[in-house]
């Protein structure tokens, strides 16, 4: 028993060791998992959503509810869109069933989109990479969920154009609980950073629209600043938005060119903030020094 407990202590440490090929391999196996576990989430939250505001809506007009089945991350079970074939487990292997299947449904033979195992693979491909650089201690775990969450907030609001605070509160809460103790940054830098980050655009926001009459942003941008600020201090803020910025830019000034996009219709900025926090946990320190010795 004693050599027993001693080799699983060693393997624990093996596993810990930033760099170690093994721990970015199961962080990638686990990543594929939660990839399609993201899938739903990003499917069913904000249909979950409209379900209860429809349900409150009609609660305080008196009306019958017009939802009352059970809906949620697990009920019902998933199934075809088109055929409604209910999804067994072997069609639900990440990324290998999509190929075997062809990218179609079993059943009914309906295309599947591609978007499914590309968010599998981004995500196992992203956890590898977080493991391997961080290590599977606390802070490579905790970059796990930061970046898992960060993942499904940019798809829901790339097809909703909203940030749900089912997501965003959570993200900001686990920010300063794992900084208590500096896992990232010191308590007060995540506490000026969570308050620096919702102030920033809250203030950008009511400019633009005092100007223009119009919104330029939602207040889920405001709270998705707000935790990417509680996770990296508020020293890692304009980092994150310059980068945002840029890459919003850049794409919104693409689609307006290439006629996919109108100049009057809204491009959500969720996904741009959520790829510059992902890039300015790895690696912003090596961003802002560059940023300063350009500078200087």
């Known amino acids: 028993m004693p050599d027993l ?19 970015a391999v199961m962080a990638g196996i686990v990543g594929l998992l939660i990839g399609s576990f993201l899938n739903v989430v990003i499917h069913r939250v904000p249909k979950m959503m409209q379900r209860e505001s429809d349900n409150y809506v009609a609660n305080e007009s008196g009306k019958p509810l017009p939802h009352t089945d059970h809906y949620n991350l697990m009920v019902p079970r998933s199934a075809c869109p088109t055929c409604g074939h209910a999804i067994s487990a072997i069609e639900n292997v990440p990324v290998l069933s999509y190929l075997a299947l062809r990218g179609k449904c079993r059943a009914c033979k309906t295309p599947i989109s591609m978007r499914y195992p590309l968010i599998e693979l981004a995500t196992g491909l992203i956890s590898a990479g977080l493991v391997w650089h961080f290590g599977a201690g606390i802070s490579g775990l905790a970059t796990l969920v930061f970046a898992w969450l960060l993942i499904a907030m940019s798809c829901i609001d790339a097809d909703t154009q909203l940030l749900p605070d089912d ?9 300063l609980l794992l900084n208590l103790n500096a896992t990232f940054v010191p308590l007060g830098d995540a506490v000026i950073g969570a ?4 102030l920033c655009l809250w203030t950008i926001y009511w400019a633009f629209k005092l100007l223009t009459g119009k919104e330029g942003m939602g207040y889920g941008d405001f709270k998705l600043l707000a935790a990417l600020g509680a996770w990296l201090g508020w020293q890692m803020l304009p980092v994150v938005v310059l980068l945002s910025s840029l890459v919003g830019a850049t794409v919104g000034i693409a689609l307006i060119v290439f006629r996919k996009h109108g100049r009057d219709n809204p491009i959500p900025f969720g996904p741009y903030l959520a790829a510059a926090g992902l890039l300015a946990m790895v690696y912003g320190d090596a961003i802002t020094r560059g940023y300063l010795k350009f500078l200087a």
């Open 5 to 23: 407990m001693q080799g699983l202590m060693q393997d624990y440490v093996f596993l810990t060791v930033p760099g170690t090929v093994t721990g």
């Open 167 to 175: 997501l965003t509160y959570p993200l900001l809460w686990c920010g």
């Open 195 to 198: 308050a620096a980050g919702y």
